[in-house]
């Protein structure tokens, strides 16, 4: 009993220590069109690098929608993202609605990922691209909910002006999106931030439940959230395993989520 309260003590201290605080970064404005494809091509000289996570991103927008591309080599993160599923939370400067944007969805806890690795098929795809683009086969839909993880709106993606698309090439894991925002009156459900005004984004993967850990003796994790210390819920109901649900599993990927945020100033 001793050892499981030390073992939720470090571990609920290194999920702290992994949270990020807030930074600004200024978007650019949109000058030629942008493809929502999964590659960087649209978005060079256009990226910052935070070491912290070892992730670069950058946000475009005109009058209507809000561009952004996030890419990371690290593959702790990757899986958390894809295992425990990715919310996107949007906080506008305004005090308006907060939303969460979640995709990718949580994996059920029955599908497993294949290791990922550096060896190379005959189509010359490493073992990351081959994981990174299988996980994705079934994740078609995304879902916007509120503060308290309530539904609001699910559609497949690509409709409701709502484009995405996570592809995986080089070893690295690219994440680019097209949001409408503002006055955009070709979506239902446009976020609600203005260009020339700041919100705040949050990129956040779900949490491991701790006490599910440490009532099956580090047999098994939860992909439910346990212990969020801010507004923002994890996008995640129910349980989901990696590399076969143990503790080592987890180990591998790491305790603490992963979670950046940022505060945006939208161009005009």
């Known amino acids: 009993m001793k050892n499981a309260k030390w073992f939720l003590i470090v571990v609920t201290l290194i999920s702290v ?21 999964g590659n960087q091509e649209d978005w060079v000289g256009k990226l910052k690098y935070f070491a912290d996570k070892q992730a670069t991103i950058g946000f475009q927008n005109d009058e209507n929608n809000l561009y952004f591309c996030l890419v ?12 425990l599923g990715l919310t996107i939370w949007f906080e506008p400067e305004n005090g308006e609605q907060i939303i969460g944007l979640q995709y990718p969805k949580r994996m059920d806890e029955n599908t497993s990922p294949n290791k990922m690795g550096k060896n190379r098929n005959s189509d010359n795809n490493s073992d990351f691209e ?26 497949p993606v690509g409709s409701d002006g709502y484009e995405i698309k996570v592809s995986a090439a080089n070893l690295q894991f690219v994440y680019e999106a097209k949001i409408p925002i503002g006055n955009n009156n070709e979506s239902q459900m446009p976020i609600d931030i203005f260009p020339e005004e700041k919100f705040t984004i949050r990129f956040e993967t779900g949490g491991i439940d701790l006490e599910e850990i440490t009532k099956n003796d580090g047999r098994q994790y939860s992909g439910r959230e346990h212990g969020n210390d801010g507004m923002y819920g994890s996008g995640l109901e ?19 989520r992963f979670r950046l945020d940022i505060e945006v100033k939208l161009a005009k």
């Open 17 to 37: 220590i992994g949270c990020s605080s807030s930074q600004l970064m200024v978007s650019s404005a949109v000058e030629s069109k942008i493809v929502v494809d």
């Open 238 to 256: 129910g349980r989901g395993t990696m590399q076969g649900g143990s503790l080592g599993g987890v180990s591998r990927m790491g305790m603490e």
């Open 72 to 83: 990371t080599s690290n593959k702790q993160s990757v899986m958390k993202m894809m295992t």
């Open 130 to 155: 081959m994981t990174i683009n299988t996980m994705m086969q079934n994740q078609g839909e995304f879902v916007l909910v509120d503060e308290d993880e309530e539904i609001l709106y699910a559609s």
